[in-house]
């Protein structure tokens, strides 16, 4: 939080303005809010992807090492998922980010257009969408001319009450489509080993409850981590993302065991 000037002199009988604060501190201030955000958008792939990687390869896991008494067959089955999954977390999130900003940046190119080409109709927007909010017309009105007087506050202000976007050049919450695809993927494989490490061990129920296990342990903990940025409790937290994992893992043992012997295969 900023801090005031020292040397501004507040009273009690007169409250700190703006203008006391000292410009450098805001502009720390508003920096170093930025950056939480953007890490913010960094934990959100983290949590998706590992939390993935843990359900999806223990539901694999889980559903062979039912149909089958070979540990060889469950860990074949438990790699492939998790390298598939790797690959396709991992694309996915680099095309889909990438398409999403493409779009935005046809959006904000727009704006930008309408800025420049039709400065009254954005000042027209723009005062409406203030008064919108619940400033009174008269003053909606105001603010709007003055921002008209200024296209690139005017731009931004456009893009962010109209649109509901932030310019990447402003504020990147995201890091780049490439980023995002190496923690997505990263974050998978780490995810998809802990399932599939019981089974390096041993094999049969021992190793399939030591898995479902770990996964659980895992997600709770991710959970009770993820509860330090969303201001959750972490035991509520952690058991909201464990439950996924019961959910998968008797999904998976049930298919394992009931699939094969309605399509007439026998458990080997």
């Avoid at 002199?9 to 703006?18: F, Q």
């Avoid at 959100?44 to 039912?66: H, I, N, P």
């Avoid at 780490?190 to 030591?210: E, H, K, M, T």
């Amino acid at each position: 939080m900023p801090l005031p000037d020292p040397d501004a002199d507040a009273t009690p009988d007169r409250p700190l303005v703006a203008s006391d604060y000292v410009t450098a501190d805001i502009a720390e201030h508003i920096a170093e809010e930025r950056r939480r955000v953007s890490l913010l958008g960094e934990i959100r792939e983290v949590v998706f992807g590992a939390q993935d990687g843990l359900v999806s390869t223990l539901a694999v896991v889980a559903a062979v090492a039912a149909a089958t008494n070979d540990r060889l067959a469950v860990l074949i089955a438990g790699l492939a998922s998790a390298l598939a999954g790797i690959f396709s977390m991992a694309a996915g999130e680099y095309l889909g980010s990438k398409s999403q900003a493409e779009i935005f940046d046809a959006e904000i190119t727009d704006e930008r257009k309408e800025v420049a080409d039709r400065p009254a109709e954005a000042e027209a927007e723009l005062g409406f969408l203030f008064a919108e909010e619940g400033l009174p017309e008269a003053e909606a009105g105001q603010v709007a001319a003055i921002l008209a007087r200024h296209p690139t506050s005017m731009l931004s202000t456009m893009v962010s009450k109209e649109l509901g976007l932030i310019q990447a050049e402003q504020f990147d919450t995201h890091g780049g489509p490439l980023r995002g695809a190496l923690i997505m993927g990263g974050v998978f494989a780490a995810g998809g080993f802990i399932p599939i490490l019981p089974f390096l061990i041993s094999g049969g129920l021992p190793a399939l409850l030591w898995s479902a296990g770990l996964t659980g342990a895992a997600l709770f903990g991710l959970g009770a981590i993820k509860s330090r940025w969303t201001r959750r409790s972490w035991i509520s937290s952690g058991l909201e993302v464990f439950s996924l994992a019961a959910f998968a893992g008797i999904a998976g043992y049930l298919f394992g065991s009931v699939l094969p012997g309605l399509l007439g295969f026998a458990v080997l």
